[in-house]
């Protein structure tokens, strides 16, 4: 059994893997952006609102995809994933080969249809993204979760270097190849995630012998104990779990005695059945003893906690797609820095190049950590929500070194620190929303909690290409004068900043204000784990020794 067990779960993670891998196209959307504005002459706020489609479609989904996995299972998102990004790619490409209509810019209803097949891919990436990561984190146990999870989504970030990459071998400058290699490429391997797809239940559980009973040997790292209680309490799920490792499902009670390491030895599951209807507070006092509350609905919205996430993720993520969105707009306003003239085929390589590092480190992110938070918890009892520290300053980091580049050389700097920051913010945050809140809802909580970079993106996108519209209305003026003072013939007008980092530096100004105010959100969210964690071992509860079992009032 438990090696049949073990084979499902490799091919649920696998399928996943490679789900997510199909998904996480949205963050290639710098690769073919300038390309796409330059053929339909649109404007760099116009190409941002398309961006942002996308991304809308990946997080206002959020919620909604969320309730449907947790109740219906991961298909019905896989199949929608499946035509959704077919759908939306073709739709991208079928307007880049029709070419600008007209000599005037892009009309608003040929706007707001990029707009909508934009929206589609980013509404099937969730689709596929929300089904993998739920099978993940429900097949595996706490102990190896932040890892499972990691890897999957690692997957997810490392979408945007798979296609870009594979594209420029295979189709080199051809923008209408790379949309039809995306549509399908996206959409085909969905269908293999359609059959692999699943949650794989943890261990059958053997029925209750007299009393309501179950004993069940196992291996542990610590003497078995149990938690006196001063009533009887009836399990969330009928039953009440001692694990392997007492401090993996209840980390915040085990006092710094009981965490030292012991010889392995037998422990006990145990499960008590109810006779009677469970009393509404008993779950209550389950999540009170044990520290895994089950939080959704109303009482997830108003409590604190919720919002500190949130509003952590708003500022750290917007300014990552901010950077993700632009990347290849300012890759070109470097290259093309006082040089009208410039190599477009060179400018197209250095955009497809951040466009790749990008990518590479959200990936390694995301695997690093996930193994690093699983590891700090288990071995040194450090809270996971410390490494949003960590996270918050390689953010502040990258909007500092994007802001002093002049040379395109030095660019890769921000992007790898931009991409470790980004890969690790959302390589952390679904495992502390199932640590803060439970995993029974834990799809539908991390599509709320999903919601916040349409905040920050929104914010950051909008200021980013409204800058650098700015400055390119500024030299298309002083163009404009030079030519008329010449009278030589008027050029072919081309959107291009020419003034390098000019270009954007004052929205990377706020984008660094916002990040600091993360890293201080980030010192609270590890204050409250910490005082959590000291108030719970304060806590004075009775150890028993590891014989001791639980029996029915009626056998006493």
Same mark, same amino acid.
């Given at each position: 059994?438990?090696?049949?067990?073990?084979?499902?779960?490799?091919?649920?993670?696998?399928?996943?893997?490679?789900?997510?891998?199909?998904?996480?196209?949205?963050?290639?959307?710098?690769?073919?952006?300038?390309?796409?504005?330059?053929?339909?002459?649109?404007?760099?706020?116009?190409?941002?609102?398309?961006?942002?489609?996308?991304?809308?479609?990946?997080?206002?989904?959020?919620?909604?995809?969320? *309730?449907?996995?947790?109740?219906?299972? $991961?298909?019905?998102?896989?199949?929608?994933?499946?035509?959704?990004?077919?759908?939306?790619?073709?739709?991208?490409?079928?307007?880049?080969?029709?070419?600008?209509?007209?000599?005037?810019?892009?009309?608003?209803?040929?706007?707001?249809?990029?707009?909508?097949?934009?929206?589609?891919?980013?509404?099937?990436?969730?689709?596929?993204?929300?089904?993998?990561?739920?099978?993940?984190?429900?097949?595996?146990?706490?102990?190896? *979760?932040?890892?499972?999870?990691?890897?999957?989504?690692?997957?997810?970030?490392?979408?945007?270097?798979?296609?870009?990459?594979?594209?420029?071998?295979?189709?080199?400058?051809?923008?209408?190849?790379?949309?039809?290699?995306?549509?399908?490429?996206?959409?085909?391997?969905?269908?293999?995630?359609?059959?692999?797809?699943?949650?794989?239940?943890?261990?059958?559980?053997?029925? $209750?012998?007299?009393?309501?009973?179950?004993?069940?040997?196992?291996?542990?790292?610590?003497?078995?104990?149990?938690?006196?209680?001063?009533?009887?309490?009836? +399990?969330?799920?009928?039953?009440?779990?001692?694990?392997?490792?007492?401090?993996?499902?209840?980390?915040?009670?085990?006092?710094?005695?009981?965490?030292?390491?012991?010889?392995?030895? $037998?422990?006990?599951?145990?499960?008590? =059945?109810?006779?009677?209807?469970?009393?509404?507070?008993?779950?209550?006092?389950?999540?009170?003893?044990?520290?895994?509350?089950?939080?959704?609905?109303?009482?997830?919205?108003?409590?604190?906690?919720?919002?500190? !996430?949130?509003?952590?993720?708003?500022?750290?993520?917007?300014?990552?797609?901010?950077?993700?969105?632009?990347?290849?707009?300012?890759? =070109?306003?470097?290259?093309?820095?006082?040089?009208?003239?410039?190599?477009?085929?060179?400018?197209?390589?250095?955009?497809?190049?951040?466009?790749?590092?990008?990518?590479?480190?959200?990936?390694?992110? *995301? !695997?690093?950590?996930?193994?690093?938070?699983?590891?700090?918890?288990?071995?040194?009892?450090?809270?996971?929500?410390?490494?949003?520290?960590?996270?918050?300053?390689?953010?502040?980091?990258?909007?500092?070194?994007?802001?002093?580049?002049?040379?395109?050389?030095?660019?890769?700097?921000?992007? #790898?620190?931009?991409?470790?920051?980004?890969?690790?913010?959302?390589?952390?945050?679904?495992? !502390?929303?199932?640590?803060?809140?439970?995993?029974?809802?834990?799809?539908?909580?991390?599509?709320?909690?999903?919601?916040?970079?349409?905040?920050?993106?929104?914010?950051?996108?909008?200021?980013?290409?409204?800058?650098?519209?700015?400055?390119?209305?500024?030299?298309?003026?002083? =163009?404009?004068?030079?030519? #008329?003072?010449?009278?030589?013939?008027?050029?072919?007008?081309?959107?291009?900043?020419?003034?390098?980092?000019?270009?954007?530096?004052?929205?990377?100004?706020?984008?660094?204000?916002?990040?600091?105010?993360?890293?201080?959100?980030?010192?609270?969210?590890?204050?409250?784990?910490?005082?959590?964690?000291?108030?719970? =071992?304060?806590?004075?509860?009775?150890?028993?020794?590891? +014989?001791?079992?639980?029996?029915?009032?009626?056998?006493?």
């Amino acid at each position: 059994m438990a090696d049949t067990l073990a084979r499902a779960r490799t091919v649920t993670l696998l399928g996943s893997v490679l789900t997510a891998l199909s998904s996480g196209t949205n963050y290639v959307y710098s690769a073919y952006a300038p390309q796409l504005g330059s053929r339909l002459r649109i404007t760099y706020t116009q190409l941002n609102i398309i961006g942002l489609s996308g991304n809308m479609g990946v997080y206002t989904t959020g919620p909604i995809l969320g *309730r449907i996995v947790d109740k219906r299972g $991961p298909r019905p998102l896989l199949l929608s994933s499946f035509f959704l990004l077919l759908i939306g790619y073709t739709g991208l490409r079928s307007y880049f080969d029709a070419g600008p209509i007209g000599d005037d810019k892009l009309p608003t209803a040929s706007l707001i249809a990029l707009s909508l097949f934009s929206y589609m891919t980013g509404v099937g990436g969730n689709c596929g993204l929300s089904a993998a990561v739920n099978s993940t984190a429900k097949s595996f146990p706490d102990r190896l *979760r932040a890892s499972t999870v990691g890897f999957v989504l690692s997957g997810f970030g490392l979408s945007a270097f798979f296609f870009s990459t594979l594209s420029h071998l295979i189709f080199p400058g051809n923008t209408s190849s790379f949309l039809l290699f995306l549509a399908l490429g996206t959409s085909l391997p969905i269908i293999v995630g359609f059959f692999t797809v699943r949650p794989v239940p943890h261990a059958e559980r053997p029925d $209750p012998g007299p009393g309501g009973l179950v004993w069940q040997p196992e291996s542990v790292d610590s003497s078995s104990r149990l938690l006196a209680h001063e009533e009887p309490v009836a +399990a969330v799920s009928s039953e009440i779990e001692v694990h392997s490792s007492v401090g993996e499902l209840y980390p915040e009670v085990v006092t710094p005695i009981e965490r030292s390491r012991s010889r392995s030895r $037998p422990s006990f599951e145990l499960s008590r =059945q109810s006779d009677s209807a469970r009393r509404p507070g008993d779950s209550r006092n389950i999540a009170r003893v044990s520290g895994h509350s089950d939080i959704f609905g109303k009482a997830l919205l108003t409590g604190w906690e919720f919002w500190l !996430i949130f509003i952590l993720l708003s500022l750290l993520s917007g300014t990552g797609l901010m950077y993700i969105n632009n990347v290849g707009s300012i890759a =070109q306003a470097l290259f093309a820095k006082g040089n009208p003239d410039y190599d477009k085929v060179e400018a197209g390589k250095l955009q497809s190049a951040q466009v790749s590092l990008v990518s590479l480190a959200n990936c390694g992110a *995301r !695997i690093g950590v996930g193994l690093s938070a699983d590891f700090l918890k288990h071995h040194f009892s450090a809270h996971r929500s410390y490494l949003l520290i960590v996270v918050s300053l390689l953010f502040i980091a990258s909007q500092l070194v994007t802001s002093r580049i002049d040379d395109t050389t030095e660019l890769w700097k921000a992007s #790898l620190l931009l991409g470790l920051g980004y890969g690790g913010i959302f390589g952390i945050l679904p495992t !502390i929303t199932i640590e803060w809140f439970g995993l029974s809802h834990f799809s539908e909580n991390w599509g709320f909690v999903s919601l916040a970079p349409l905040i920050g993106g929104n914010i950051f996108s909008i200021l980013f290409g409204k800058n650098l519209d700015r400055h390119v209305i500024d030299k298309t003026a002083e =163009q404009l004068g030079s030519i #008329l003072m010449a009278r030589a013939p008027v050029p072919d007008p081309e959107h291009v900043c020419l003034k390098g980092r000019v270009c954007y530096t004052d929205t990377v100004a706020i984008t660094t204000l916002a990040c600091t105010v993360a890293l201080i959100l980030s010192f609270v969210a590890g204050w409250r784990d910490w005082r959590r964690a000291r108030l719970l =071992q304060d806590s004075k509860y009775e150890e028993i020794p590891s +014989a001791v079992l639980w029996e029915n009032e009626d056998d006493e």
